[in-house]
Every structure is written in C-alpha cells, then in structure tokens.
C-alpha cells in the first residue's frame, strides 16, 4: 500500500498528466491518503497540530501581505489559501501517513521510475512517432498542445525528441528528479553510490540539460567530500575535465551564453513580442534570465514578501509569457522570506543526516541550480520538506562528525530513542 500510495504521489508531483490538472483528483487522492492514513493508524495528534501550525502561519503571512503590503483584491488572498489546502496539505498527508518510510520509499518509486524511462527513451530515439501515437490513445495528457504525449509514468515531447523526459513534463525538470532522488538516497544511505544509483546517472545523461549536468556536478562534489576526498584534490583532478566539457559540448557553456544574449534581446522587446505570440494564441516563452529580469523588472521589492499565487493575473502581459526561473517565481508567490523558509526547512533535513554544515550547503546548492532552470519549487515533492525533517531523524545521531581520507568516521555514537 506504501509502494501504491507513493507512486501516486510522485506521478502528481511530475505535473505531466491530467492528475495535476484536475482537481477531482486532487480530491480523491487526500481521500485515499486520510483513508489509508487512518485505517493504518498512522496519524496521529501530533501531525495535524504540525499541520495546524503551519497553516496558522502560512494564513498569517498571506493575510499580513495582502492587506497591509500588496492591496490586491481578495479573490488574491482567497486563491492563497485555497493554496494551501489544495497543494501542500496533500504533501503533509503523504508524510504524515509514510513518516519515516517516506524517503525510502521516495526514492524506491523515483529510482524505478528513471530505470523504466530508459528503455523507453531507446524506444523514443528510433521510433518516436509511434510512441506519440500510442500515447495520444491513451491521452493521459493535461495538455493537447501538439508533440505532447504522456504515459503517466513516462513523456515524449516531439520538441525533445532526443532527450528524455522521463515521467515529468520535460527534460530539465525530469533531471530534477533525478538528482533529487539521488540526493536523498546518498544522504540517508551512508553516500553509498550503488548498482542503482549508477542506472540513475545514466538516465541523468539522457536528459542532456544544461541545469541538471550542473546541479549533479556539485552533488557528486558532495559525494567525493563525504567519502573524505579533499577539496583541493577534487578541484586538481576533476576541474579540468569539467572545463572541457563545458566548453566542448554544445549544451553547456555555449548554451549559456547563447541563451542569456538571446534573453536580453528578447527583453528589450518584450512587449511586441509578446503580442505576436498572442495573435497566434500561443505563450511567449521567457529563458532563466530573461524571467528573471521580467519578474524583477515588474515586482521590484515585492519579491521580498511575494505577490500571491496567482501573480500572473496581476498584469495583463504576463499571462502570454511562459516563465521558466523557479527561484524568481516562487519569490513572486511567497517572496524572498517564503522562499528562505523552505530553504530552512531543507537544510534542517538535510543536516539531520550528513551531520555536517558543508556538506548540507552543497545539498542547498543542488535544488537552487534546478530551481534556476526550472519551476519546480511549487511542486508536491518540494513542499514535503516543509514537513519531512519531522519524520525521518536517523536512527542514529552523532556528537561529532569528521572528514577523513577513509569517508565518514562518527565519534560518541548513541541510539536515539
């Protein structure tokens, strides 16, 4: 029933389908969440007082915002609160029910899941109209836009026809995914990089996204340091190759570049641009930079408390742009100290088990770059970590924690009850 139910929730989490869409199903999966919780008897009075808490915050801040910072009419500050109920209580249910199962169990499903897009993907490189076709039978699809087909478990978008998208709505925020999951597995594994794990850096490669090759860079930086590898040894020994990949594949330090000069000439025609894609019914997609500046360029300081959910409604503009800055989009939601929240909670979980400051940065440091490239901060698998750090202490803490040539030696060891 774990399996069952977490599968489920990483498939709503990826946003490629009709679940993610419909509220219906939104409904019916907190049903099926409550159920299971209380049939197994897994939630208890201290959960929903964690809930009610950060609800009473949550509730609070919105309120504060808008009507003594943003004066937005209310149906703003309602479509907020229906946020909350609507999106992170499913996140809260899920690790409420799974508790200290839940990273197991995260990673089990997303690991599965990655290994299952490979064949797949092979199937996508040699006959990807057949598998377009097959997929607009079963119309799993939350969009008909054309070249989008969705298995549920894995999409083929015609527009990446050779990178894989995996089971999310495309190939960076797949990559997301990817490095998310073996980032939990290594922290809660004793940075053990196994059979699975390697079949993971595999499907990490078939993305071929620029966000995703470096964010899982500095999550193999974090592996090497907490195998007791010296940073100047890593530095020595990796740096040169990671500059000849950067500069040799096309992907990468080109890509940047070309995309940020594409993004400030796009910016200084921003509006009549924008109308174009308008008359022909479409969204204006706006590149990391590119959103970035357009967010800052409208909101200015307000990115520090947030706007609200629905920020795109605020402007008539930004309801043709397609943005694609996860950073700059969740401080328009929830502003900078919303953000920095989250970040807080993430670095708790993520202290919880390496013990260790620097390596919990690097942690940091991995979501943020996917967050760069991608809007992925507003999906259920983020908001767990608003709650997870509650439920998954390790067995086993540690006074002291060291880095040593030999990996990870732990001084005073002591069960935790």
């Known amino acids: 029933m774990y399996y069952f139910v977490t599968l489920i929730f990483v498939i709503l989490s990826a946003k490629a389908s009709f679940l993610d869409q419909a509220n219906i199903c939104w409904i019916l999966i907190d049903v099926l969440f409550l159920w ?23 509730i609070a801040f919105c309120s504060f ?11 703003f500050y309602l479509n907020d ?18 508790k200290d199962k839940a990273v197991h169990y995260l990673v089990k499903v997303m690991f599965q899941l990655a290994i299952l897009s490979l064949p797949l993907y092979c199937f996508q ?15 799993f699809s939350y969009s008909h836009f054309s070249g989008y087909a969705n298995f549920l478990v894995f999409t083929y978008v015609k527009l990446h026809h050779i990178r894989n998208s ?90 940047i570049v070309y995309t940020y000069n594409l993004d400030m000439k796009d910016m200084k025609n921003i509006q009549s641009l924008s109308d174009w894609y308008v008359e022909r019914g479409e969204t204006m997609p706006l590149n990391r930079f590119a959103s970035c500046l357009f967010l800052i360029n409208t909101f200015g300081y307000n990115l520090i408390w947030g706007v609200s959910n629905i920020y795109n409604k605020v402007l ?9 800055n996860g950073i700059f989009v969740v401080m328009t939601q929830f502003g900078g100290v919303g953000l920095l929240f989250f970040l807080q909670r993430f670095y708790l979980f993520l202290k919880q088990h390496t013990r260790s400051i620097e ?9 943020l770059i996917c967050g760069f490239g991608e809007c992925i901060f507003v999906t259920s698998i983020i908001f767990c970590f608003l709650f997870l750090y509650r439920y998954t202490a390790p067995t086993i803490a540690w006074n002291k924690t060291i880095l040593t040539p030999n990996g990870l030696i732990n001084s005073k060891v002591a069960l935790v009850k």
């Open 166 to 255: 995996g089971y999310s709505w495309e190939p960076g925020a797949f990559g997301f995914f990817l490095n998310i999951s073996l980032l939990l597995h290594l922290v809660t594994n004793n940075f053990r990089f196994d059979k699975r794990a390697k079949w993971v850096m595999l499907a990490v490669i078939t993305t071929l996204s620029t966000t995703t090759y470096v964010a899982f860079a500095v999550l193999m930086l974090l592996y090497f340091r907490a195998r007791g590898a010296k940073f100047i040894t890593i530095l020595i020994c990796v740096g040169p190759i990671l500059c000849v990949l950067g500069t040799m594949v096309p992907f990468m330090y080109d890509k």
């Open 125 to 139: 490189l040699v006959a990807g109209d057949t598998l377009y076709a097959l997929g607009k039978v079963l119309n």
């Open 316 to 324: 008539p503009i930004i309801k043709s742009l397609n943005l694609s």
């Open 65 to 75: 915002r808008s009507f003594f910072l943003i004066h937005l009419p209310l149906s």
């Open 359 to 367: 390596l919990s940065i690097y942690g940091l440091l991995v979501i």
């Open 36 to 58: 299971v919780g209380f049939e197994k008897k897994r939630f208890t009075k201290n959960d929903f007082e964690l809930f009610g808490k950060f609800a009473l915050l949550y």
């Open 81 to 98: 609160i229906v946020f909350l109920f609507k999106y992170i209580f499913t996140s809260f249910l899920f690790c409420a029910l799974l």
